[in-house]
């Protein structure tokens, strides 16, 4: 393909590297914004939600556990509080709850926004909710063994997700997981190696900073 | 989650709002839609599989939710004079003509294109990567831009000849 010619390239140019948002936006709209995460569902919202409940309870329990392992690393390593749980949920529950179903009303409703072809085929690619049940209840199981100080009982259910998810759609927070529980068992070597390889593997994952502060004091762990 | 959401929004709070604006939204609609595009990634975090960048992925957010703003306000939010009320204060006019110019080019794109376009020639996406955070072949997408690039470059040119040369 033709490169864009010169005088385009130099207006894009200028452009761009003026037009920036006035400072104290950012810190403005994440108030609001930060509002609107833990504002509760609409009710219509709810009643749709109550409309599936055979399909959410299965979901809600993935969501559940999937949320703990996300929050592992606050939890087992920072004194930073969490929020509140339901408010995590509820909307999280609203996208996993209708796999390869249309239009997710709670969704659509607070956004206002239809559904496209995109977002209805990434629903249908992801796993079966029984293999993501599974999955994040060994996770969960894991996440709880951490949290009352099992670090090495936390690594078998880690090792048996291992063998029966290889490849599986929690691998990142299974591994985050792992290092959570190596350095909590104090085996440095093992916790530094598997940290590296995470940051290896996922340098952009969402869980990295935390798999960075897993394990402050042991050598290699900084950026 | 909520601190993964914070995270992604400091990373990305300044390109989401500059892709809106690219996209067509002006002033008080930049705002809501971002606050919207991390709203939806913020529930869609659980699906995220890592296969495009963060960026890409919300790039890919952003266009539906400016999309959708814009059929919600029952007009195409790409207006020439927009430009002129929302830019910094601090801009010169000249600058400030320029954005106006490069809108109003952007606006003569087809909204497939807009959005191709405006990820590989200002946020400096690869093509592999357009494809894969729009779920496009790569022939489409190179396509898009191909055309997108015609488009731009010729109106670019009519407004250089219709102001003789002294046009910005």
Not at chain 1, 20 to 33: D, G, I, K, V
Request: charged share 25%; proline share 7%.
């Amino acid at each position: 393909v033709k490169p864009l010619d010169e005088q385009a390239r130099q207006l894009i140019a200028e452009v761009s590297a003026a037009d920036s948002p006035p400072p104290e936006l950012e810190a403005e709209l994440w108030q609001r914004l930060s509002a609107r995460l833990h504002a509760p569902l609409p009710p219509t919202a709810a009643a749709a939600s109550q409309t599936s409940a055979a399909v959410s309870s299965v979901v809600l329990k993935v969501v559940v556990a999937v949320l703990a392992v996300g929050v592992l690393g606050a939890v087992v390593q920072r004194q930073r509080s969490t929020p509140s749980p339901e408010a995590d949920l509820a909307p999280r529950a609203q996208v996993q709850a209708a796999p390869a179903q249309p239009p997710d009303p709670a969704l659509l409703e607070e956004t206002q926004l239809q559904p496209t072809t995109a977002v209805l085929s990434e629903r249908a690619q992801q796993p079966p909710a029984s293999a993501l049940l599974e999955e994040a209840q060994l996770l969960g199981q894991a996440q709880r063994a951490l949290s009352a100080g099992e670090p090495a009982h936390a690594l078998t259910f880690i090792a048996r997700h291992r063998a029966r998810f290889p490849e599986g759609a929690l691998v990142q927070e299974r591994e985050a997981a792992r290092v959570f529980a190596l350095c909590a068992t104090g085996e440095a070597a093992q916790a530094v190696a598997a940290q590296q390889a995470f940051l290896r593997t996922w340098p952009r994952s969402l869980l990295a900073d935390r798999v960075r502060a897993a394990c402050p004091k042991t050598p290699g762990a900084t950026r | 989650m909520t601190l993964a959401i914070e995270a992604l929004y400091r990373a990305h709070f300044q390109f989401v709002w500059r892709s809106l604006r690219r996209l067509g939204l002006r002033d008080s609609s930049v705002e809501d839609a971002l606050q919207d595009v991390f709203l939806v990634a913020h529930r869609k975090l659980a699906t995220f599989e890592g296969r495009a960048s963060h960026r890409a992925w919300l790039f890919a957010i952003a266009i539906r939710v400016a999309a959708e703003h814009r059929r919600r306000d029952g007009r195409l939010i790409l207006d020439p004079d927009a430009s002129l009320s929302s830019a910094h204060p601090d801009s010169t006019f000249e600058l400030r003509q320029r954005m106006q110019l490069l809108d109003r080019l952007l606006a003569g794109l087809s909204d497939e294109q807009r959005a191709v376009f405006v990820m590989a020639e200002i946020e400096q996406f690869s093509v592999p990567e357009i494809a894969e955070a729009l779920g496009e072949k790569l022939n489409t997408v190179y396509s898009r831009l191909r055309l997108g690039r015609e488009r731009f470059e010729r109106a670019l040119d009519r407004h250089r000849k219709q102001l003789g040369g002294s046009a910005p």
